[in-house]
């Protein structure tokens, strides 16, 4: 089974989340890129906004195409209770390409079911299975318990 895992990190703790994923579940990995990333406070505030609004970034070009994998697993931090603005967009493009998809997240404490519930609408598709860490979980034993969950439900709805 040929699986992706896609994400979209402002600070790190998506990419190191995706790199777990990735390994258990023994894909490619590959993050998404903002194609003029604005730094600093003014992007903290742009995405933000752009979060609650639900809008979207221009993406970098990616080098695989969701297209050639069976699953496709898309990360993103949250951010205002909902998808980062490049999240939106990758859903946007490949809203026909990704054959079957799961969601996880990274948070604070507050708004991964939120964020879920968006990613789902915006593409029209029903995950296989979701898991979120908060930034407190990444790294321990409570990160490896929820990720045991995921990679389990993944395994068996893609048998
Ligand atoms: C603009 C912005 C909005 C955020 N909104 C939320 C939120 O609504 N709920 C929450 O629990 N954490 C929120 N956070 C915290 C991030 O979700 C958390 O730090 C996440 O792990 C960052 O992932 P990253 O390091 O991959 O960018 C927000 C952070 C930023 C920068």
């Known amino acids: 089974m040929r699986i992706l895992v896609t994400y979209f990190s402002h600070t790190g703790n ?5 790199h777990q994923i990735a390994l258990r579940l ?3 990995e590959e993050p998404i890129l903002e194609h003029d990333k604005t730094k600093g406070v003014a992007g903290i505030l742009k995405g933000a906004l752009g979060a609650a609004l639900g809008t979207t970034r221009r993406l970098a070009s990616a080098e695989h195409d969701p297209a050639d994998f069976d699953l496709v697993v898309i990360g993103t931090p949250v ?7 490049a999240v939106n967009a ?20 507050a708004g991964d079911s939120a964020t879920f519930a968006r990613m789902t ?10 898991v979120s ?17 995921f990679t389990t439900a993944l395994n068996a709805a893609m048998r």
């Open 79 to 85: 951010w205002s209770f909902g998808p980062a603005p």
């Open 14 to 18: 998506t990419a190191k989340l995706a």
């Open 26 to 28: 023994g894909a490619k």
């Open 133 to 149: 860490v908060t930034e407190k979980q990444l790294g321990t034993d409570a990160m490896d318990t929820r990720l045991e969950a």
């Open 121 to 130: 609408r915006r593409s029209g598709k029903e995950p296989v299975a979701c």
């Open 90 to 109: 990758y859903l946007d493009a490949h809203d026909r390409g990704c054959t079957r998809v799961a969601w996880f997240c990274t948070l604070g404490h």
